[in-house]
């Protein structure tokens, strides 16, 4: 099992962020935890360190909606945690509305933390692992970040940002000894839906008999990661489907995807 020193993650208080944590604790000597609700990181530090009593883990309160707090992590980060070995770009926003409908104050929130957040985080701490020939990033992203889904316009932009920032990054980075990998979940067991007021699931998503654990997720992307892989798609018959999607014409997806749209502005859906 690789030793990857220390690891940053966002998003670590629930879900694929939390188990991403738990698979991590026994890959690294620091972890530093970032999320808003620091009461939940607190409790996960307790429940790591009981596991791994070697492991130092650092937990960092912010919220990467809001720019001058990701200034202020990073301050912290250099302050508190030192040299980054692995960022885990795992937090993300969602929201289920047609584009026209959306409330832009969410809109916004979305876009910071699932693109700029992202991008700032990577310019910061890449560099140093570059200067150092090793390290990495793992970007989470999402199986909408590859096609189109309605409902969710702002969810499904950030996303394919983060696809293209990830393939571009690899290429930027290659023979660096810095590793990028894009994990690309379909459905998983986690509150993001709830959050995101798709209880049930994206419109338009795969369905439901494609639904993973966020435990199952975690382990494979970072599995993933350590390989060297591009691109993860956690679960088996979802990485099926994922792989298959290519020789779906574009053109019906959009079809698709406008059918829905339809539905739901009708209020059929």
């Excluded at 699932?114 to 150092?132: D, E, H, S």
């Excluded at 679960?235 to 014409?249: C, I, N, Q």
């Amino acid at each position: 099992m690789k030793n990857h020193g220390t690891v940053l993650i966002t998003g670590a208080s629930a879900g694929i962020g939390r188990e991403l944590a738990v698979e991590f604790a026994g890959r690294a000597e620091k972890l530093a935890l970032v999320a808003r609700r620091v009461e939940r990181l607190e409790k996960l530090r307790a429940e790591l360190l009981a596991r791994h009593p070697k492991l130092s883990v650092a937990v960092l309160a912010a919220d990467l909606s809001n720019e001058r707090e990701i200034e202020a992590l990073l301050a912290r980060v250099a302050e508190q945690v030192g040299t980054v070995d692995v960022l885990v770009n795992n937090a993300g926003l969602g929201d289920s509305a047609l584009f026209d409908r959306a409330d832009w104050t969410r809109t916004r929130q979305i876009l910071l933390t699932n693109v700029v957040a992202v991008a700032r985080l990577t310019a910061a701490l890449a560099p140093g692992m570059v200067k150092r020939g090793r390290g990495g990033v793992l970007n989470i992203g999402s199986g909408a970040g590859l096609t189109v889904l309605p409902n969710a316009a702002a969810y499904v932009g950030s996303k394919h940002f983060v696809a293209g920032f990830s393939e571009a990054l690899r290429a930027d980075l290659a023979g660096t000894g810095v590793t990028v990998t894009q994990a690309c979940p379909g459905p998983v067991d986690s509150e993001f839906d709830e959050i995101a007021g798709s209880v049930g699931g994206m419109a338009g998503a795969p369905p439901k008999f494609f639904r993973i654990g966020a435990t199952q997720c975690a382990r494979e992307a970072v599995e993933g990661f350590e390989r060297g892989a591009a691109i993860v798609f956690p679960g088996r018959a979802y990485r099926f489907a994922m792989r298959a999607l290519p020789f779906l014409p574009y053109g019906m997806r959009r079809r698709q995807a406008a059918n829905t749209a339809a539905k739901l502005r009708a209020g059929r859906e």
